[in-house]
Every structure is written in C-alpha cells, then in structure tokens.
C-alpha cells in the first residue's frame, strides 16, 4: 500500500481516533512511543499494583512499543528498533490497558485476554512487521531511558520524534470480525471461537 493510502496518526493517540479505525488500517504513527519488553513489563506490574492501579511514567495514555533497541549507530539513537512478538507480553496488556495504556505495537497474535481488553476498553493493537528493525530505526530521532536502566536493552524508554513510523496492519480487537498479519500471512477469524482461523495464504500477503 502506498504511503499516501495510509493513515497518519499522531502520538499520544486521541481516543476518536481510534475508535475510528477497523482491521486491515495501515498507519503511519508520529510523536512519541514507549519502549518496553518482557522483564520490564514485570517490573512496570509491581509499580502498578503497589501504586493502586495508577500508571507511573508518564504511560496514561501512551503506546507502547515492544521492542529492545539495539545501542546507537549511524549517529541515530539506535542501529535497530523492531518489534518482538506481542504474545510474550500478554501477561501483562490487560492490566495495563485497563489502568489507561491506549496501544500497543509488536508482531505476532495476542491472547483472548488481550483481545477482550482491548474490546473493553477501547484500545488497539498495532501488528508490525517483523525483519525491518534497521529501517524502523531511521524514523526515530531521540530516545530517552525513562526507567530500569540496569535492565539494558529492556529498559523502558521514551522515544521521540518519531516519524511516520509504519507499523502495517492494525488488529482491532473491538468488533466480531478481526484480521491480524502474523509472520507476513494475513489470518482471519472470529472472536469469541478460539484461535483465528483460515490463512489467505499467498493471496493474503500484504
């Protein structure tokens, strides 16, 4: 899809924006992400319980990238930025998009759990492509290490100015029908029955 058939969304999300959006959207996201993976998202649980439900950071709101920047390179903040697979976090998103996180942006298929967050709460899941880390990387300008540094890579950060990032197809977890990409193969099915099923195959490559 060319770049002019996509929609431009700026960061943080206006919640009528994303109620606007069906899957199968392809979008360009600018302004700031949130930078987080597995470890940190066990930490960000702990502060959020002990905190009664409240997002610390600055997250209220925001979309969080899953991903684990690799150091800068090139003079850009990272020498690659890609998604890993959203399912490893699905032990954490449905408290996180309940206590007000408005996105989340990774690869792969999310949990029923997830989906009924989602649906519950307004919230969308973005699905990027995996294999571009490299390029994903030239879209952002700055980044900032806003909490658990000593975890590295997974630390949680801020990056800014990001632009016009593609993220491809948008899995919205808010009506019956969903259409997900998962490993470049479009899959379609029903919520409420299971796993998705029926893969276009070829056909379905976006």
Partial sequence: MASADR??????FDRAALARLE????????????TLR???????????????????????????FYAGPTPEAAGRPFGAVGPTTASRMDFAAPALHRA?????????RRSSEVRDACRATGSVYFVACGGAAAYLAKCVA???????????????????HVL????GLVGVY??????????????????G?????????DAGRR
């Fill in 100 to 108: 007000g996180v408005a996105a989340t942006v990774g690869k792969g």
């Fill in 164 to 167: 016009e990032l593609g993220i």
């Fill in 38 to 64: 597995d470890a940190g998202h066990v930490r960000l649980l702990a502060e959020l319980e002990a905190a009664g439900g409240a997002l610390p950071y600055g997250l209220d709101g925001q979309t969080v």
């Fill in 193 to 201: 029955h299971g796993e998705l099923d029926g893969c276009l195959g």
């Fill in 23 to 34: 899957a199968g959207d392809s979008c360009l996201l600018t302004g700031p992400l949130y």
């Fill in 142 to 160: 700055s980044s900032e290490t806003v909490a658990y540094d000593d975890l590295g890579t997974e630390a949680l950060r801020r990056i800014d």
């Fill in 7 to 12: 929609i431009r969304l700026a960061l943080p």
């Fill in 174 to 191: 808010r009506a019956e029908r969903v259409v997900e990409v998962v490993d470049g193969f479009v899959l379609e099915g029903r919520l």
